[in-house]
């Protein structure tokens, strides 16, 4: 297990490698001069002759992209101009609060993904299964940035019951801070979680070992608590990663409307403030994410299915 | 005095062309000790009737629609309610599937699977129910039980896996085994000492045996009555000597000379031509007549025939021939 581990975040320099390539290069083909971009209109020659000095443009390409590569090793990720200040110290501001929205959207989503999956497989094919399919199919439909506003103005405004947005301090304020943002993410996740599980529970009451189990005489409730949910809930596990890596730099939209300070909302206001160096460094970060959570569902995936062996 | 009695059993699959009544009307009894064998095509509904026994469907929508499953000293297992029938299966009846690897729960070790149906029925600790499981591997015949306790399906070969469903179906030393197919999944070399496993067992403990197979070999070494089924009907019942030394039945003749040589002593094989009837709309009268070569007109018409004593026969040995009925009535 622990060399499977090693092995795989060995690969990872390779794949890294040609992440960073990939993201310096499309900033390179970005049209005009970043220096001016990033200074703007009013900056006189001089200024951007400065500018271009201390980030090296005049240097050949493999020379920048050393620089880059550098900066990323280090651990910096290269220097925000916005901010003046190392890369990962605004992304360490920021994690938690995604990280934050990950998880707690993950818990709202199982919570409401688990009960109607079950429903629906023990009343497959009668009005319930797709009632309940109908009314996953319109959350699903449903545009994130129109449903954030419907409950801003109905549980915020309208009740009273959550702040419209922003974030507390400590864990018990942003609990309830961060419900109304996770709740949006959340219900993608348990369409998706519901969808999958509803098939899964299904396949796996067709199983022959679910028949052994009841020609042993287990009651309903103990065939399904032991044999049909937890091999069932073993696929769940890949779509809670796929979806997990997405969230993390993906809730670009949900973050902006709730004023979340997350990864999300650091991305955009990058863009908007032509910040090259956060964009390019933030592409790096999400990426490591992503390989980060592929191997973390990768190893839960082994742990929870024996026949399943990490390479 | 018969352990298990089942009479006019029906069982009916519903699927989207339409009700299959996979069983029609089957009859037949297990006595206290024996293997009774039930032989026939895929599809006959030999797997059906015996699931039919301790209502395990599968994923299938299936309903007994008719039919009494009397079994000795717990009543009719067909009007049981689901939670009383819980309270039967694995401990008074215990029931073999044909696959081991898909009838083994793969994300579940093999000494807890064991131990599951001890704790299910008798009070014992986890302890308790270890050792007891490791006792049946023994029991069985399983190399290094002690290792094999903590070990998952998918890591034993195909005879450990099914040494392990037969160890799990001894458990609690149940009155009757149902065994589908029990060696159909397995190596050639490895059947043979399966089935001698599973009748040493239940030798010693008195258990009987229902032994679903369509292989006619395994019928004539180790069980002592069968039924012959053919499209959801039994065609013909009687000891195993009987039935395969002289057949009645067109049907079981036929299926005997299909066979190479090693149970009947024809040399050249002959095929049944054709092939079995929808189970959803069956022909009317004999259900093999379109196939037989002896049909006669009457063989087509009015309900299927039911089993009778055929003429001159052993004792016990019954077919669903007519025309042996007619010509019975004429001797």
Known sequence: ?311 | MSLLSVRDLITEFESPSGTARAVDGVSFDVKPGEIFGIVGESGCGKSATCRSILRLFGGASARIANGRITLEGAGDLAQMRERDLAQVRGRDVAFIFQDPLSALNPTMRIGKQIGEVIRRHRKASRAEARAAALQLLRDVHVTSPERRLDAYPHELSGGLRQRVVIAMALALRPRLIIADEPTTALDVTVQDQILRLLKERCDSLGTSIILVTHDLGVVSQICDRMAVMYAGRVVETGAVRDVLDAPSHPYTRALLAALPGQVSRDSQLIPIKGAPPSLIDPPAGCRFAPRCTFAQPQCTIGTAPGLHPRPAAAEGHFDACILNEVSHAAA
């Not at chain 1, 699903?140 to 409950?151: E, G």
């Not at chain 1, 009841?214 to 049909?228: Q, S, T």
Request: net charge positive.
């Open chain 1, 1 to 311: 297990m622990f060399l499977a581990i090693s092995k795989r975040l060995l690969m990872l320099i390779p794949v890294l490698i040609g992440i960073t390539m990939i993201s310096f290069l499309l900033l390179q083909i970005m049209p005009g001069d970043p220096a001016s971009r990033a200074m703007g209109t009013r900056a006189s020659p001089e200024e951007l002759q400065a500018m271009r000095e201390l980030w090296g443009l005049g240097k050949p390409l493999w020379v920048q992209y050393l620089y880059f590569l550098r900066d990323c090793v280090t651990g910096s990720f290269g220097m925000s101009i916005f901010h003046k200040q190392p890369i990962i110290d605004l992304v360490a501001e920021r994690l938690p609060f995604t990280l934050a929205i990950v998880g707690y959207s993950t818990v709202i989503a199982l919570l409401i993904a688990l009960p109607f999956a079950i429903l629906a497989a023990a009343n497959r094919g009668r009005m319930l299964d797709n009632v309940i399919r109908q009314i996953f199919v319109v959350v699903v439909a449903m545009p994130p940035f129109w449903l954030c506003y419907v409950l801003i103005l109905w549980l915020a405004l309208r009740m009273g019951w959550f702040a419209t947005g922003g974030v507390g301090d400590g864990f018990v304020a942003n609990i309830g801070r961060l419900f109304l943002p996770s709740l949006v993410v959340g219900l993608s996740t348990a369409a998706l979680i519901q969808q999958s599980l509803r098939a899964a529970l299904i396949d796996t009451m067709k199983a022959d070992y679910i028949d052994t189990a009841r020609a042993k005489g287990l009651r309903g409730r103990e065939v399904f608590l032991r044999h049909i949910l937890p091999n069932s809930l073993i696929s769940t596990i890949s779509i809670i990663g796929v979806r997990v890596s997405w969230i993390i730099g993906g809730t670009v939209v949900v973050e902006k409307i709730f004023s979340v300070p997350g990864l999300g909302s650091l991305l955009i206001d990058a863009i908007v403030s032509r910040d090259l160096p956060v964009i390019r460094g933030l592409t790096v970060f999400f990426a490591i994410m992503v390989v980060i959570v592929n191997l973390i569902t990768d190893i839960c995936y082994a742990l929870a299915d024996p026949r399943v062996r990490l390479e």
